[in-house]
């Protein structure tokens, strides 16, 4: 079971919509969808998308012919208020998959490892090694600490738990969150790191769209 979650803020007329901007000719949620929907490990997938664009999505989702996304709801205010109302429409399964609409490059290789992880350890995260060193500032952006960059791994999505173990952490939630993972630490679950993809990246800006327009195109990216 996967929940897909792409109810961001509205993009304005003018401004940088990065779940239905054009990716090698589709939405760049047409391709995240596209990834669960093709993947054998997969068998169900809910949208929670933004109120004013769940007809457009029920549109897309008509023209794709996805068969296993059952489910299109409205998010919250926030993404943890989002994927708390997908867990909601989540029906019997052992394991839940959480995923960002706006990482278009997931593959199903990504989905099925986040999966194994899970079965094996009951939560997993994508993750990749930092490449960069890592400085720790104070609110005047003085230099704190600079922690030891071996210790430290960039978050993705996927994300998988056990149904019951997700819901009860989403349950006991408090505070801004923005990492499903964090809610299951608070419960002194132990979370299993798994190898991600530098290319599963997050479209944010026009240049992170840019990078996916040339990975999908098969061209080196620095």
Not at 119 to 143: C, F, I, S, W
Request: negative net charge; charged residues 20%; aromatic residues 6%.
């Amino acid at each position: 079971m996967a929940v897909i979650v792409a109810a961001g803020e509205f993009a304005s007329k003018g401004s940088f919509d990065r779940i239905f901007a054009n990716l090698a000719g589709k939405p760049v949620l047409a391709h995240s969808i596209a990834a669960f929907e093709t993947c054998p490990a997969v068998d169900e997938i809910v949208l929670v998308a933004n109120q004013a664009s769940l007809s457009r999505c029920w549109n897309l989702a008509k023209e794709q012919g996805w068969t296993k996304l059952t489910k299109i709801i409205p998010g919250g205010a926030r993404r943890q208020d989002s994927v708390a109302a997908g867990l909601q429409e989540v029906g019997e399964c052992e394991l839940v998959l959480i995923h960002d609409g706006s990482r278009p490059l997931v593959s199903a290789d990504l989905i099925v490892g986040c999966l194994d992880c899970a079965r094996k350890y009951g939560a997993a995260v994508l993750a990749v090694p930092t490449r960069d060193t890592v400085k720790m500032v104070n609110a005047e952006l003085m230099v704190r600490a600079t922690p030891d960059r071996s210790t430290l791994w960039l978050a993705q999505t996927p994300q998988c738990f056990r149904k019951d173990m997700i819901i009860q952490a989403y349950r006991d939630a408090f505070g801004d969150v923005s990492d499903d993972s964090v809610l299951v630490e608070r419960q002194n679950h132990p979370v299993k790191v798994c190898m991600g993809a530098y290319s599963n990246i997050k479209i944010n800006t026009p240049e992170d769209l840019e990078f996916a327009q040339a990975h999908l195109a098969g061209q080196t990216v620095p």
